[in-house]
Nanobody
Framework: QAQFVESGGGLVSPGGSLSLSCEAQSSMFKFSTVGWYRQAPGKERELVADITSGGREHYADFAKGRLSISRDYAGNTTYLQMNSLKPEDTAIYSC?????????WGQGTQVTVSS
């Protein structure tokens, strides 16, 4: 059973923006680092950004300056604000705890950047 529910993806033109949401259905949320990951067709899943339980943020080099991660402890939700999107950002975006195992992935949300 998936323990993360992602939403907010869609089709956007290059340079556009999207805001993704990830609700964690686990009581471990407030104690855990949460990461946004993406997987493009034919490629391995990669970490986009993560945020610690204390709110410290980390970003992959390709995400710096364009993407912003945040979290809402009351709603067990993690957000990914995506600006200045590029065609190479096209992928399925998913979230999960970083450094913990056994938490099932959700279906993710498709982000397509195309003119």
């Amino acid at each position: 059973q998936a323990q993360f529910v992602e939403s907010g993806g869609g089709l956007v033109s290059p340079g556009g923006s999207l805001s993704l949401s990830c609700e964690a259905q686990s009581s471990m949320f407030k104690f855990s680092t949460v990461g946004w990951y993406r997987q493009a067709p034919g490629k391995e899943r990669e970490l986009v950004a993560d945020i610690t339980s204390g709110g410290r943020e980390h970003y992959a080099d390709f995400a710096k300056g364009r993407l912003s991660i945040s979290r809402d402890y009351a709603g067990n939700t993690t957000y990914l604000q995506m600006n200045s999107l590029k065609p190479e950002d096209t992928a399925i975006y998913s979230c999960n705890f970083v450094g913990r195992t056994g938490y099932a992935w959700g279906q993710g949300t498709q982000v397509t950047v195309s003119s």
